[in-house]
C-alpha cells in the first residue's frame, strides 16, 4: 500500500504517491484527554479524491473506505467531524490538511453504505468532504459596509473571525479598485462574489476578479493574472504534456519517469465551437446601457471582441510572451450577408447598469463600462473549448495553472516527413479544474484536468471577400390556398 513505502524522495513511477495521514476527528473528546476522540483511518482506505475549481470558493472530495470495524458508529459520523490528510509525490509540494499545520477538512456528507462480505461485517461507503471555510461561511450573514481597496475587504473576509476565521494563505492580486460598497445582508461567499465582479486590476485591463482555493490556499485574482507573470510577459507552463508512448526508456534503457509525468493517457475536446452559445453571452460583442440619475445622463457602450483582443494577455502569444493582437480563436471574417464581422454587431447582448455619482462622498462604485462589457466577454471566451486530460498524478500542480498540450496533426504523413503539431489545437492551456485521483489499493495517482484556450497557437486564416449567394426572396404562402389546392385534387 502507499503508505507503507517510507522513502520520501524516490518517485519509483509516473503517479507515485506517499500518504501519510488520513484520520476522522470527532466532534467529541477522546476518553481522558483535552483532544478529538480521533480514528486512522488509513488501514481501511481504498482510494480517495480531491477536486479544486477557479469557479469554486472552496475544495471538495471524497473517500472511498472498506470498513470492519464500524467506524461510521464508533465515531459516530453525523456531519461534524473533521478529516486530516497528508499526501505528496516524492520531491513535490505537499497536500497538507494536519491540524497542527492548518485547518482541517469537513466531512459533510456519507452515502453508498454497502456489504460487500457473506459475514455483513465489512461496508464500503463513501465520505465526502469540503473545507472548513465553506461551513463557516453558512453560519454567517453580512450587512455592513466596506471601504477602500477590495483586496483588503477580501482579506478581512477570509480572516476575520466574525467571517470564515480561516488560518490558510491567501494570495492577493492588487487591484486600482478604491470604492465602498454596502453588503445587504450576503453569506461571506457571496459577498466575495459581487465585490470580485466590480474589481480592476492594478496591472491588467482584465476587469473581475476570481476567487477560489487551492491545495495551497485562497486565491483572488484576475484571469489575466494567470496568463501573465507581473503585467509583462506571459507565464510560463507548469507542465509540458504529449502525446507519447508509455514507460519511455532513456539512453541507458531506464525507464524515464520525469518524461512519463508528461504523458498523456487520454484527452478529450469538449465544445470545441459553440457558435450560437457564444453569440448570446456576448464573446464577439455586446452593448451596455448606463445610467446616471445624478448627472441624468444614458451612455451606450459598444465592444468588439477583435478590436479589444490585443489588450489584453491570452492563452497563446508573440516574440518573448508578448501579447497578441491576431491569434483569434474565432475567425476574422464578415457574417452572412451584413458586411461587418461580428464584433461589429452589439446587439447579440444587451446590459444595462446604473452609473450614478456621488453615492458615497469620498468613494465611488467602479464605472460599469470598465467592467462588464469586459467581464462578461472574457468569460465567455472560458466557457467552451475545453481540454479534458487524463495524465499522471503530481501534487505540485493546482487549477489555474497554465500547461502546455503538444497534438499531433492527426493526417498521414511520409516516412521522411516529420510529424507536424496541430497548429490550433496544440499549445498554452489554462487548467480551469483539477481532480487528483488516489488509488491507495494499487498505489496509483492520476489527475482529471479541465483545461481551456482563449486564443490559437498558429492565427486562423482571415477571409473578408462575401462568399454567401442568396436565392431572392419569395411570397407567404397562404394555407388555406393550399387547402384548396389540395381538396380541388
Known sequence: MAFADNNDKNLNFAGDFRIKKCTILSYRKAPNADKAFRVNVLPQLLSFSLVEDITSPVITGEIDLADTNDIRTLLPLTGMERLELH??????????????KTDTLYIYKIARIKNISGTGRQQVYRLFFTSREAYRNNTVRISRAFKGPIENSIYELVQDEKYLDSRKPIYIEPSAT??????????????????????????????????????????????ESLLAMDGIMARPPAELYAIQPAKVRTDKGEVDIVKDLRAVYNYT????????????????????????????????????????????????????????????????????NTGKTLGDLPMQKLMSASNTRKIHNDYEYVESEKVMPIRVSQRAQMANFHLLLTVPGQTRLNAGQIISFALPYQKQVAHDEGQQLNPYYSGRYLILQLKHKFDVANQQHTM????????????????????????NKVDAVDIYQEDENTLNG
Open 87 to 100: 499526501v505528496y509525490t516524492p520531491n513535490q509540494d505537499e497536500i497538507d490538511f494536519r491540524e497542527d
Open 269 to 336: 475536446f469538449e465544445d470545441a465551437v459553440n457558435q450560437l452559445e457564444e453569440m448570446s453571452a456576448g464573446l464577439f460583442s455586446n452593448r451596455l446601457v448606463t445610467t446616471d440619475f445624478y448627472n441624468k445622463e444614458i451612455k451606450t457602450h459598444d465592444y468588439d471582441y477583435y478590436e479589444s483582443f490585443g489588450d489584453f494577455y491570452h492563452t497563446e502569444f508573440t516574440g518573448e510572451g508578448e501579447k497578441t493582437f491576431t491569434k483569434w480563436l474565432k475567425p476574422f471574417t464578415k457574417f452572412d
Open 448 to 471: 482529471n484536468m479541465r483545461c481551456v484556450k482563449d486564443s490559437v497557437n498558429t492565427e486562423l486564416p482571415i477571409e473578408m471577400d462575401e462568399l454567401i449567394t442568396l436565392t
Open 178 to 223: 478604491n470604492t465602498q460598497y454596502v453588503i445587504p445582508n450576503l453569506k461571506p461567499f457571496a459577498t466575495i462574489k459581487l465585490l470580485a465582479e466590480n474589481t480592476i486590476s492594478k496591472k491588467y485591463k482584465n476587469a473581475g476578479y476570481l476567487f477560489y482555493e487551492t491545495t495551497r490556499g485562497f486565491n483572488f485574482r484576475s484571469f
